[in-house]
């Protein structure tokens, strides 16, 4: 009896101590369903006398505690018989609850999100209540009944259940139990002085089970599911962050992670936030504004192409009159240099030295591209002007390259971007070829420290000295692609 007993409390500290572990770990195992079944099948008594076909029945209640381990109730009801060759037999009228731990046997199946297929085994201790009526003939003449009374039991087997879907599952069991103390070895009527063999109930049955819960913040209990779906979840939004945090979809430099316009149109000039530029805040962009610098005042109004319909006082200055003032104020400054001793001795032929000061913008480049974009086609009309009005005068185009790339291809992608300049110019502006001096710097001399800066991607324009010359291509000029530059 002792013995007995130290079973039962070694199964139901075991238990406890396993519950205790998970508290800690609480937070990392999902939020599952609870399962709830019926089931039937054949019980029976084995003991001293030959058991013949039963009946039982009953219901349960599951949950998991992690996805190795589940916890389960079990009621029964049934009904055993007996007959043995002597025309003894037995009648037990069965009643029982027991609480089991069931183990997943095939825990470490990872080919699947869920199992189809759960194989398991499982360990109790319960109580029955059970009333065995016995005949010692055949004649059933002396009948005499086992009185009811609760009686503690330990009780094992195993299964296997199948997945039919997310909410439903069929299995197949079988249990063994063995009842404990002196009324132990009655289930078939036989005193325990009397008897040969320990008696020990038996049952096989068919149970149809039901997940229940909702499916939108739960998951099928853990026993079906995958214990590295949550791993292999978590990996998975880790990569979508990591792409979405490096991808550029409308391609105008700022990335989506910090885009507020994600569909800016192609070569438009943004800000920092990946907005369209609207520079003097008059609602039309400045690729559409033919007046982009020229804020309306109050009581004004614009059209579709930026330009005031209504000016006040006179209005501003037109775009085209500002190229008029430029072109004006260039000639003059050429008539005072061809007139200067200083800078060609007043021969009238133009720039004769070097003008280092002259201002002259740059233009920037879209990541991994040396297309010239659509928006500094009038910046390089500017520069063109520029050199047409002054024939002397030698040009230095010097490309550039972000961080990003491996330094050979940096000098590379930084020459691309230069020669396009310069077959620009030629091409489309006839300017001498021999008047321009090609240089490339790859991701030297950066303009802000962030590596994928778009204002690191560009080509700069000076005024070339005597000294200035051209350099000679990067031994591998190809367009392999690759990211940022």
């Known amino acids: 009896m002792k013995r007995h007993i130290t079973l ?3 199964i139901v500290l075991g238990m406890s101590v396993h519950l205790s572990a998970q508290e800690g770990d609480a937070p990392l195992i ?13 019980f029976f008594i084995s003991g001293d006398v030959n058991y013949e076909p039963g009946w039982a029945a009953g219901f349960h209640v599951r949950k998991s505690i992690d996805h190795l381990i589940s916890l389960r109730l079990d009621g029964v009801i049934g009904q055993a018989t007996g007959m043995g060759p002597s025309g003894r037999s037995f009648t037990n009228n069965w009643l029982s609850t027991t609480g089991y731990g069931i183990f997943s046997l095939n825990i470490a199946r990872f080919n699947n999100s869920v199992r189809k297929v759960n194989y398991y085994a ?28 609760i009686n503690p039991h330990i009780s094992g087997g195993a299964g296997i259940a199948f997945r039919i879907n997310k909410r439903m599952n069929i299995g197949i069991e079988h249990t063994l139990g063995y009842n404990l103390g ?27 089970n039901f997940n229940i819960g909702s499916t939108s913040n739960k998951t099928e209990p853990l026993y079906w599911v995958n214990p590295l779906e949550s791993v292999y979840k978590e990996l998975d939004d880790v990569k979508q962050k990591t792409e979405s945090a490096i991808t550029d979809t409308d391609g105008d430099g700022v990335i989506d992670a910090i885009d507020q316009e994600a569909d800016t149109p192609p070569d438009v000039p943004v800000d920092t936030k990946g907005r369209t530029l609207d520079s003097d805040r008059d609602g039309v962009p400045d690729y559409k504004d033919k007046e982009p610098y020229y804020p309306p005042r109050a009581g004004e ?35 005072t240099l061809e007139n200067d001793p200083n800078f060609g001795g007043g021969n009238g032929q133009g720039f004769a030295g070097p003008v280092s000061e002259m201002f002259l913008p740059m233009i920037h480049f879209g990541s991994d591209s040396e297309r010239i974009k659509y928006s500094d086609y009038g910046t390089l009309a500017s520069i063109a002007r520029v050199l047409k009005g002054n024939p002397q005068m030698r040009l230095v185009v010097v490309g550039y390259a972000d961080k990003t790339g491996p330094e050979a291809y940096n000098d590379a992608i930084s020459y691309r971007r230069a020669k396009a300049v310069v077959d620009h110019f030629v091409t489309n502006h006839g300017i001498g070829r021999g008047r321009l001096v090609l240089q490339y710097k790859g991701d030297e001399e950066a303009l802000v420290p962030t590596s994928s800066s778009y204002m690191n991607r560009r080509v700069e324009f000076r005024t070339a000295s ?13 367009k392999k692609k690759k990211s940022g530059f």
């Open 301 to 335: 109004q614009v059209d579709a192409s930026g330009v005031v319909v209504n000016p006040i006082n006179g209005g501003g200055v037109s775009e085209d009159r500002v190229k008029e003032l430029i072109d004006e104020a260039l000639q003059d400054f050429r008539e």
């Open 8 to 10: 039962m409390l070694a």
């Open 30 to 42: 999902p939020n599952d369903m609870w399962e709830v079944g019926g089931h039937a099948g054949h």
């Open 122 to 149: 499982l360990i109790g201790v319960g109580g029955s209540y059970f009333e065995a009526e016995y005949f010692e003939s055949a004649d059933q003449r002396d009948a005499k009944t086992r009185e009811r009374e």
């Open 182 to 208: 002196v009324r132990g070895d009655h289930l078939d009527g036989i005193a325990s002085g009397q008897t040969v063999v320990d008696d020990m109930q038996q049952y096989t049955s068919i149970r149809l």
């Open 466 to 478: 005597p000294t200035d010359v051209e350099m000679d291509p990067p031994a591998n000029t190809s």
